[in-house]
């Protein structure tokens, strides 16, 4: 199996060099780390773990707008392209632990996306506070209200996906730029008749570095359920790839 875990990182030279080692710590794992130009220099020691580890480190160094969704589109492009079995997304911040992707990995075995869900097991967060708590366990009630995804966390960053799965999704036409892009992709998998399990995971608030959660990005994921809830109506799904 060839497995690709690829970690979008913006300013995360904290937490970079050690996650990206736990990560090739378990065998034959490869990592994708894609850069957005992070101005505290995550990308160059990205580079010089590529060049530490050759050929289980590849670097995506991004220009332009910045955007976690467009970061992961290219990323899972190029994942797929270099012959990718399976892809793996995770956060940079430790929050996603790596131990739990064998775990991922080994759910694949019966579906074509796994979700690590922290809402699977009641609540499974450590070190947010209430009100955060609050808006996510709501975000997501309300996400599967709107949209009629069958998904405990629906928001979740952490996922492995069978290639054929993303090989069925239009990614180009994939609009959001920030969390959203969970969403939206979970949705366009999931009406392509993919199948989405879940497996617990302990989530862990960040240590190091600072929270990218803007306003513009919490308003596009308020918004996009119900686009694509009239998406749905609108607009068969395209044929991309065989299906899952
Ligand atoms: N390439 C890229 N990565 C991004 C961008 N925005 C966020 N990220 C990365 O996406 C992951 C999730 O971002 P976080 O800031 O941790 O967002 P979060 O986990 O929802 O928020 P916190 O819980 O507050 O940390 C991290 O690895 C970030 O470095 C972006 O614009 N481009
Ligand atoms: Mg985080």
Request: hydrophobic share 40%.
């Amino acid at each position: 199996m060839h497995v690709v875990v690829i970690i979008p990182t913006y300013n995360e030279r904290e937490t970079i060099r050690p996650l990206v080692e736990q990560v090739l710590a378990i065998e034959g794992y490869r990592v994708m780390v894609a850069d957005d130009g992070s101005p505290d220099g995550t990308g160059a020691i990205a580079d010089e773990l590529s060049a530490l580890y050759p050929g289980r480190v590849d670097v995506l160094h991004r220009s332009g707008k910045r955007g976690l969704g467009r970061s992961y589109v290219d990323g899972f492009a190029r994942a797929v392209a270099a012959g990718a079995d399976l892809v793996c997304q995770m956060d940079a911040d430790f929050s996603h632990d790596p131990k739990y992707l064998p775990d991922l990995v080994a759910a694949s075995a019966n579906a074509d996306i796994v979700v690590g869900s922290r809402y699977l097991k009641g609540i499974s967060v450590v070190n947010w506070p209430l009100r955060r708590l609050v808006l996510s366990t709501l975000a997501n009630r309300y996400i599967r209200a709107v949209t009629g995804l069958g998904v405990h966390d629906c928001t979740s960053g952490f996922k492995c996906w069978r290639r054929e799965a993303i090989e069925r999704v239009p990614l180009q036409r994939i609009v959001s730029d920030g969390y959203a892009f969970q969403v939206e992709t979970l949705f366009e998998a999931a009406r392509r008749g993919c199948r989405i399990v879940e497996v617990p995971i302990v989530f862990v608030e960040r240590r190091e570095g600072t929270s990218k959660l803007s306003r513009g990005v919490i308003f596009e994921s308020l918004l996009m359920p119900w686009r694509l809830r009239a998406r749905a109506l609108v607009r068969r799904p395209a044929q991309a790839g065989s299906p899952c």
